[in-house]
């Protein structure tokens, strides 16, 4: 699992990187408050963040998320209990 630091809105929660099941597109979750975002610059503000806009999740591999070409760091977590 991935994520790119921690949520500004709850201040304890991994801002994961994730994938919608069902629609396959590729977005940033709080695993805490479960805040969502769209893109990583936003979530690392803490700006433009929603809550239940996309359905059921799954982890996306490194090369699903290299393919968005996002440019902020990427940290590898393992051991983390799945939404």
Known sequence: MYNIGYCKIC??????IVKDKLTKKIFIC???????????E???KGINGTRNKHGEIEYPNI???LR?????????????PQH
Do not use: F, R, T, Y
């Open 42 to 44: 936003d979530a690392l």
């Open 63 to 65: 090369e699903d998320i």
């Open 30 to 40: 709080c695993d805490e408050c479960e805040a969502e975002w769209n893109n990583p």
């Open 11 to 16: 201040k304890q929660g991994l801002l994961e």
């Open 68 to 80: 968005e070409k996002w440019s902020v760091s990427i940290n590898e977590h393992h051991n983390h």
